[in-house]
């Protein structure tokens, strides 16, 4: 059984930092796609950042340049440094996965429970 658990977030002031962990644990072949969502209250979740297995990435146009994605490939860990954070950030994070769990076997996605990350002074 596969299981993705995020850990790091918490409560923060306007402008500072933090950082999301998410390691993904279980019976897998390979991780193709490893990603941060966000869904904040009475909203839909949205993208927040990815990262390919090849190591290319993508962001919100509300995060470049703030948020960091980074991958531990060798220990199925997904990161995202989070810097200058606004109230608008507030939000439940959620990491997600799209992963194989044998060789050339359908890809699935997986999502953690979600973390909380609250922005406020």
């Known amino acids: 059984q596969v299981q993705l658990v995020e850990s790091g977030g918490g409560l923060v002031q306007p402008g500072g930092s933090l950082r999301l962990s998410c390691v993904a644990s279980g019976s897998i072949f390979s991780i193709n796609v490893m990603g941060w969502y966000r869904q904040a209250p009475g909203k839909q979740r949205e993208l927040v950042a990815r990262?390919?297995?090849?190591?290319?990435?993508n962001y919100a146009d509300s995060v470049k340049g703030r948020f960091t994605i980074s991958r531990d490939s060798a220990e199925n860990t997904v990161y995202l440094q989070m810097n200058n954070l606004k109230p608008e950030d507030t939000a439940v994070y959620y990491c997600n996965a799209d992963l194989q769990l044998k060789r050339s076997g359908p890809t699935f996605r997986y999502w953690g429970q979600g973390t909380q990350v609250t922005v406020s002074s």
């Open positions: 990262i390919i297995s090849g190591g290319s990435t």
